[in-house]
């Protein structure tokens, strides 16, 4: 059984308590990051931390824990459940109040949240079949770049996904793509340039795409960011996405149609490798 951290307090999964009045729980007033482990080591722990304080910043929600705090938490949490491989969730809300839309008087503590989680990150199987996506229309709401825990709608899409027999969906907006349930998209076409959209409010800043757009400038590919069509995606030579529980996953399969030779592309492929070779030997 898993040891968890909830507010303070190092528990067994099992034991683990909220308040009902938590306006996580009754709002989705709430926000997350999920760091990658690897070799018993967090993968870009400083780049997801930067980020949980902007998310925090954005929904005006104070700060309350310092960063090596939370680095000791993240350790602690590994150590005591033997993690080699997968992840760390971390989840901080606004706190616990009587229920109100209102919290500009509201005079709690954050809560906080942390639990670990195993799972094969480097031989995942999708990253050696490829992934089929089945396309949807992108329904949230307009600051996806905020990592809320509002997640309702891609948790929808990917179950409707699943049920398809596809393995996820990317979300479409006015004819192009902005990004998946839980990554950011990219496509490579036949000129092997990437192609990914823009950071915007649009779609989540991801970690896990910095980190990959980097490892392409060294390898010399060219990339655009902006948004790509429906249309180019079925035509692209490649696709892929990005995640930090995915890392770079190919696309090969989309609403049925077959991307490129229906296999893991090269490029995605090579990046791939790239990023888990680099990301164990930058690991904290």
């Known amino acids: 059984m898993r040891t968890v951290y909830v507010n303070g307090v190092y528990t067994s999964e099992d034991q683990a308590q909220i308040s009902i009045f938590d306006r996580g729980f009754l709002f989705g007033d709430a926000v997350y990051e999920v760091t990658a482990v690897m070799n018993g080591m967090l993968v870009d722990f400083e780049a997801h931390m930067d980020r949980l304080e902007r998310s925090m910043a954005e929904l005006d929600m104070v700060r309350g824990f310092e960063r090596p705090a939370l680095l000791t938490i993240h350790k602690t949490l590994i150590k005591n459940n033997n993690l080699q491989e997968g ?32 799972k094969a990150l480097d031989a995942n199987p999708l990253a050696a079949r490829g992934q089929k ?10 600051r996806s770049d905020i990592k809320t825990v509002q997640l309702l709608y891609a948790s929808l899409m990917k179950t409707r996904a699943k049920r398809q027999g596809a393995d996820d969906v990317w979300l479409c907006r006015d004819g192009k793509i902005t990004e998946g349930s839980s990554n ?60 930090a529980s995915g890392f770079v996953n190919p696309v090969v399969n989309v609403d049925g149609a077959v991307i490129g030779d229906g296999q893991p592309g090269h490029i995605a492929s090579a990046l791939r490798s790239s990023y888990v070779a680099a990301s164990e030997a930058a690991a904290v």
């Open 184 to 243: 950011n998209a990219y496509i490579v076409t036949h000129r092997n340039e990437i192609i990914t959209r823009e950071l915007s409010t649009d779609i989540l800043h991801g970690i896990t795409r910095a980190s990959v757009l980097r490892l392409a400038e060294l390898h010399q590919l060219k990339i655009i960011e902006r948004a790509f069509s429906v249309e180019e995606l079925r035509n692209a030579k490649e696709a892929f996405s990005t995640s």
């Open 133 to 142: 996506i089945i396309l949807a229309d992108d329904l949230r709401w307009g």
């Open 87 to 118: 992840l760390v969730y971390l989840q901080v809300t606004r706190g616990a109040a009587d229920r109100d839309f209102d919290f500009s008087e509201m005079d709690a503590a954050p809560g906080l949240v942390l639990f670990t989680q195993a």
